[in-house]
Nanobody
Framework: VQLVESGGGLVQAGGSLRLSCAAS????????MDWYRQAPGKERELVAT???????YYADSVKGRFTISRDNAKNTLYLQMNSLKPEDTAMYYC??????????WGQGTQVTVSS
């Protein structure tokens, strides 16, 4: 599966951004999709997950502010990010997992939140 993220950018604290991730290739094999992020000098962390049953998981740090969704008709994953904080600044990556637990990664999109 090929994944291409978009929608990152520079935003002031309190603002919003919507990230998108377009999937192509063997997209029908996808069972779950995730958003990860990695800030400079920090470990990569899981931000949100959505599975084929549309069950979702959010990291405590983003719960109530971020919403993950998936449009199967468009093979696109979204991350709506509201009430952004400077600590949300990171490279955001989209991933997909197939039925054999193989994970693919996108190239990432940078989100920068200014105070």
């Amino acid at each position: 599966v090929q994944l291409v993220e978009s929608g990152g950018g520079l935003v002031q604290a309190g603002g919003s951004l919507r990230l998108s991730c377009a999937a192509s290739g063997s997209a029908l094999s996808i069972t779950a999709m995730d958003w990860y992020r990695q800030a400079p000098g920090k470990e990569r962390e899981l931000v949100a997950t959505i599975n084929s049953g549309r069950n979702t998981y959010y990291a405590d740090s983003v719960k109530g502010r971020f919403t993950i969704s998936r449009d199967n008709a468009k093979n696109t994953l979204y991350l709506q990010m509201n009430s952004l904080k400077p600590e949300d600044t990171a490279m955001y990556y989209c991933t997909s997992v197939d039925g054999l637990s193989h994970r693919d990664w996108g190239q990432g999109t940078q989100v920068t939140v200014s105070s």
